[in-house]
């Protein structure tokens, strides 16, 4: 298979899934065509070339897919026979940008992966989805419609960064309240159990006894929550999770700042659960952080080549650790 | 199925109904055929998305504008079965008609506008 095929394979990929915000009936009757026709246009584009008319192109289906999203929707739910005012795009938009803006900040939202400590599972430059409402406590009624469940050890989590609350870090759950846990050689004990972590990479970029011997020899990068950590919460050569708290972990073990620096994680600081990475672009992390004039330019020149099309659509697993050793 | 209704009742027609009409007068076509065709009849301004094409398409069969005339391979294009429509008297009626309003529309415009560029 050529790259190009490969493009418009990834293309096409997107936009069948793009169709399941019609609603059930149009995408059963039209479904099917609609991919036809955007499968044609894709192979004219491709013939074509220029960055131009693909970024022309991508807006263009964009748009008709945002508003026909919207239209079609509204005529589902109007009762059948009558006659839907559908040139009032007006209306159109600003529905699309209300659902838009409830999606956003209520249901899903979205980050990207700007450093490398979770390597292995998610990448640099991975835009994510976040499922915000799995992880939040609907009380005890939503309980029962909501699904709803508490964080549990292995999952991965996106959270508030607790040093600075304005940043959103990923990281892998490793303890949960009560949990006693140290490191021996870069292997994490939790409870008197080794675990065995398949998800875990040891790249070490410098040698570091503190990170692999937590919460032995205090090392020289921990934060003031980090340090008040192993003031009040050591007994034992064992940190414990206090009630309310959690111990987080980067996979990319021997290159991440997580719980071992910063401290322990409050349970209000869970944002949610990384769903899937939506679009995965090779930029260095500098870029993800700030959008740049050079970073747009980059992005037009580059969209095609350095976007990880295998990536679109992997959803990160939550992998609970195997433990070994009776307990103590 | 709701009673097709006179054409002067769906006037004026969306530019994409309008153009999607004039796509089907000659010949029965698929989809892509009908966008091509529109983007030639409007010199590339009117480039037809899939949901704007079958969005139209659903409620034109709805009004009786359209029919669809079965599924089959295009020999031009590939392998794939592909569902042709075509245009029905109702819709030739309510094309006739609305390109008239338009040519009343233009001769208007023309008049209005002469003494402008003198």
């Known amino acids: 298979m050529t790259s190009e ?32 026709l955007f499968r044609d246009r894709c192979r004219d584009l491709a013939r074509s070339s220029g960055r131009l008319r693909l970024l022309l192109f991508a807006v263009q ?28 795009s007006v ?12 999606a956003t900040t209520t249901l899903v939202q979205a980050y990207v992966i700007p450093t490398g400590s979770m390597e292995g599972n998610l990448l640099v430059g991975d835009h994510i989805l976040v499922d915000r409402v799995t992880y939040s406590d609907p009380g005890p009624l939503g309980r029962h419609i909501l699904p709803y469940r508490d964080v549990e050890r292995g999952d991965i989590v996106a959270l508030l960064y ?6 959103t870090y990923v990281k892998r759950i490793i303890g949960l309240p009560g949990d006693r846990i140290h490191l021996k050689n870069g292997q994490v004990i939790r409870n008197g159990r080794r675990l065995v972590e398949p998800y875990v990479q040891h790249i070490a ?4 006894p503190y990170r692999d011997n937590f919460p032995q020899s205090p090392g020289i990068f921990t934060t003031p929550r980090g340090r008040d950590m192993l003031e009040h919460d050591v007994s034992n050569g064992e940190v414990i999770v206090p009630p309310g708290m959690l111990f987080a972990l980067g996979d990319n073990r021997d290159n991440s700042l997580d719980s ?3 401290g322990f994680v409050p349970r209000g600081y869970v944002v949610g659960k990384p769903l899937l990475v939506y679009w995965s672009y090779d930029a260095p992390t500098a870029d993800l952080q700030e959008w740049t004039w050079h970073h747009a330019i980059d992005l037009a020149e580059h969209f095609l080549t350095r976007t990880r099309w295998k990536r679109t659509f ?15 | 199925m709701p009673k097709p209704r006179p054409p002067q009742e769906i006037l004026p027609l969306t530019p994409p109904v309008f153009h999607i009409l004039l796509a089907l007068a000659g010949e029965e076509r698929h989809g892509y055929g009908i966008m091509q065709d529109v983007a030639q009849q409007t010199d590339g301004a009117l480039q037809l998305g899939p949901g704007t094409l079958y969005g139209c398409l659903k409620r034109m069969l709805a009004a009786g504008l359209v ?52």
């Open chain 1, 5 to 36: 095929s490969n493009v418009v394979g990834g293309f096409c990929r997107l936009y069948s899934a793009l169709l399941y915000a019609y609603p059930p009936d149009f995408r059963r009757q039209y479904g099917r065509p609609m991919e036809q």
């Open chain 1, 61 to 88: 289906m964009m748009s008709d897919w945002l508003s026909t999203v919207v239209r079609e929707g509204a005529a589902a739910l109007r009762p059948a026979g009558r006659h839907s005012g559908y040139r009032s």
């Open chain 1, 91 to 102: 209306t159109e938009w600003a529905g699309s940008i209300l659902i838009y803006l409830f």
């Open chain 1, 162 to 167: 607790p040093e600075d609350i304005r940043e």
């Open chain 1, 205 to 208: 970029a410098f040698p570091d």
């Open chain 1, 260 to 262: 071992r620096y910063w």
């Open chain 1, 314 to 328: 992997l959803a990160p697993r939550s992998q609970a650790a195997e433990e070994i050793g009776g307990a103590q």
């Open chain 2, 67 to 118: 029919e669809e005339s079965g599924e089959r391979r295009d020999p031009a294009l590939d392998d794939e079965r592909r569902r042709y429509y075509r245009m029905t008297a109702l819709g030739k009626r309510t094309v006739r008609a609305e390109a008239q309003r338009l040519a009343g529309a233009v001769t208007v415009a023309m008049a209005k506008l002469a003494g402008e560029n003198a």
